[in-house]
């Protein structure tokens, strides 16, 4: 037997393991070590002590014969133990909380960086919790730091918020680029198993009800088109199932691949768009695939003309990814059932990270917008590279999820200006519904509807001015709130002489104090008029003992206040719109937004019925209002956590999958696909 071997394309150099992960160490220290000055913490003995705790974590992680299991467990603790007594017991539990936000913040991004890096350390059932470059393994350096600083205990706990802030800013983009990085030294991303990928259902995009998406709906799909194609015997067998046929099969695929995308099939690149993998059935050369192959085909074309359909898609994108029909086929026939039943195949799991780069997109958007040149030379990259190797979409796909962790930490960047205006929106709101409270409570059962429809308009901002200026202990609020308690008592009817006599006295104040009030909030004479004309008659049947029929007294219209309302504030050049119930007490009537975390996107409807789209950017920390922007807005977008769950049970507001144009077609198809009931 001849030992000549027939000489091959020299593959790529083996990457040098300790290279790469002196790589990974200094990218990972940069970007913590910047977050942590920003946040103002720039002591030397302090960066030292981060940095050591970093650097010693992650060499017992990568050194040869590291521990794993309990016996790193115990070794990782030992930076913990000395913060468990009387004065840091609080550090310790806040430093729990922030890893617990942190992963949150940066779960998918995260998931993505240590399916990678667990191949380069060759510990493919290393937890992410006991990653050295997790968030717990921040954290615990972040106490090694607060350790060895000599800094009052109070003094610390303030200076974790901003560390907290800036963290979380930084992080996602952190782990994108080590993602990113890993995939330039051709380090693949492994098959997790269950134990080393408890954190990726944290990861995963929600729906509109605030449910994980179904993580199987292309495998149903394939199953729906399998049972289909199959004869009522059992399952189909193709003549031609060859490897000298698959071959042909694949070659011609690789031709068509190959012409640029106006003339594939001799149409234009708007038909191509709507009908590539059609043509393909019709063709000779794909007459006799194998039935795997068939499904796949068949699978992918229902797939394709659902993501065509989507009228929110740019027809830029739609060209963009149209390059993608035959590589994704060649892929997905490559891959067989995996490539329909494994979320993380590297073909699908760009066509999921585009989707997500289109999220707040707006559908006119054309070829030279930045996502979408992003995603066009990300498609013609696949389609002018791809052969066998599925790693191509691995390394697009990281380099498509690294540019837009820049595009939304850059959308970050800028929200602190917002953020300063949403802060001070949140005080206007909290005053606003201090003031309704107290209206509310004495209008209930006494003011006819007139009166407490005023009331509750207008002297409500008088209050809530007070309240601004100087809280409810402040004598303007105390004399503002014997105003509305004096005019109450002046519209009931008097039976004793005294009384009578005294709401003689009282009304020429009263009406004095009242006007000054409305001064103060600018509410004008045409405003006030039938309100004072209602209280006139009111108090001259008072004074009288009789009392004047008038509607119910805060019945449900007054109380049930439904719509929303719009608050524009500006300041310094920047804009803020506030989407506000017109009822200030409302209550959420649901916990979809409390589950939503920063980088989430969110569609809702705005007042004039027009729809918006934004990243979820902060939160406020009282009342819990959202905060959104997008970078082709010219402002940020404040909603109402009631008015935004009030949308979310309506299926006004969307969230998760239901905006990605790849989970989209997948339920789209699926639905199509699904035969109607009799």
């Not at 981060?50 to 014969?65: F, I, S, W, Y």
């Not at 940066?106 to 997790?134: E, N």
């Not at 993501?307 to 590589?327: E, G, M, T, Y």
């Not at 909603?639 to 989970?663: K, P």
């Amino acid at each position: 037997m001849s030992h000549t071997e027939t000489p091959t394309a020299a593959a790529p150099p083996a990457p040098n393991r300790a290279a790469v992960i002196a790589e990974v160490r200094e990218l990972f220290l940069d970007r913590v070590e910047k977050a942590i000055r920003t946040a103002g913490v720039d002591a030397p003995v302090s960066i030292a002590a981060l940095r050591a705790g970093a650097v010693q974590l992650l060499d017992q992680m990568t050194t040869e014969g590291a521990r794993t299991g309990f016996a790193l467990a115990n070794s990782l603790t030992a930076s913990q133990i000395r913060l468990v007594d009387d004065n840091q017991l609080e550090l310790s539990i806040r430093l729990g909380d922030i890893s617990k936000h942190l992963r949150d913040e940066c779960a998918g991004a995260l998931y993505k960086f240590h399916q990678r890096f667990v191949t380069l350390i060759d510990r493919p059932l290393l937890r992410v919790a006991d990653d050295p470059l997790s968030p717990e393994a921040i954290c615990r350096s972040l106490a090694e730091m607060f350790g060895s600083a000599d800094t009052a205990h109070q003094s610390t706990l303030a200076r974790l918020a901003d560390i907290e802030t800036h963290l979380a800013n930084e992080l996602p983009l952190m782990y994108a680029e080590l993602a990113e990085l890993l995939s330039r030294r051709q380090i693949a991303p492994a098959k997790l198993q269950a134990a080393a990928a408890e954190t990726r259902g944290a990861g995963h995009r929600r729906g509109a009800d605030g449910a994980d998406v179904p993580g199987d709906a292309m495998a149903a799909l394939q199953r729906i088109v399998l049972a289909r194609l199959q004869p009522a015997g059992g399952v189909s067998v193709v003549a031609g199932d060859s490897a000298p046929r698959f071959e042909q099969i694949m070659g011609q695929l690789d031709q068509w691949q190959a012409q640029t995308q106006s003339d594939l099939f001799g149409g234009s690149a708007a038909q191509v768009a709507e009908n590539a993998l059609h043509a393909l059935k019709t063709s000779e050369a794909m007459a006799r695939l194998r039935a795997q192959d068939a499904v796949a085909l068949d699978v992918l074309s229902a797939l394709f003309d659902a993501l065509f359909d989507d009228l929110r898609l740019s027809p830029a994108v739609k060209a963009a990814v149209a390059r993608l029909q035959i590589p994704v086929l060649k892929a997905a026939i490559l891959g067989g059932a995996t490539f329909f039943t494994d979320p993380d195949h590297p073909a699908r799991a760009l066509l999921a990270a585009m989707g997500q780069a289109t999220i707040g997109l707006e559908s006119d958007i054309d070829a030279a917008h930045p996502v979408c040149a992003e995603i066009q030379r990300i498609a013609a990259g696949v389609q002018g590279e791809f052969q066998r190797d599925t790693e191509v979409f691995d390394r697009y796909g990281a380099q498509l999820e690294s540019f837009m962790a820049h595009r939304h930490h850059d959308l970050q960047a800028s929200a602190p200006g917002f953020i300063a205006l949403a802060k001070v929106q949140e005080e206007h709101d909290i005053a606003l519904r201090s003031a309704w409270r107290l209206v509310a409570s004495r209008t209930l059962s006494v003011a006819p509807r007139a009166v407490a429809d005023f009331l509750r308009e207008h002297w409500t901002k008088v209050l809530a001015t007070d309240w601004l200026y100087g809280g409810q202990r402040s004598e303007q609020w105390q004399a503002d709130e014997r105003v509305l308690e004096d005019l109450l008592w002046s519209i009931q009817p008097k039976s004793e002489a005294e009384d009578r006599r005294r709401l003689g006295q009282l009304v020429p104040d009263l009406l004095a104090r009242l006007k000054a009030g409305l001064d103060r909030i600018g509410i004008q004479g045409e405003a006030r008029a039938p309100f004072l004309e209602a209280c006139f008659a009111l108090q001259a049947a008072a004074i009288r003992g009789r009392s004047i029929q008038t509607a119910a007294p805060n019945g449900p219209a007054a109380d049930s206040v439904d719509g929303d309302t719009l608050v524009v504030m500006e300041s310094n050049g920047v804009t803020l719109k506030s989407l506000r119930s017109a009822n200030p007490d409302a209550r959420a009537s649901g916990d979809v937004v409390r589950d939503l975390v920063i980088g989430d996107w969110v569609e809702f409807v705005m007042p004039d019925g027009s729809l918006r789209c934004g990243r979820l950017c902060w939160i406020s920390p009282e009342l819990g209002n959202p905060l959104f922007m997008n970078s082709a807005w010219d402002c940020a977008i404040s909603v109402a956590r009631s008015s935004l769950e009030r949308q979310f049970a309506a299926g006004q507001a969307s969230t998760g999958s239901t905006l990605s144009f790849f989970d989209n077609a997948i339920e789209k198809a699926l639905h199509k696909s699904i035969p109607a009931r009799p």
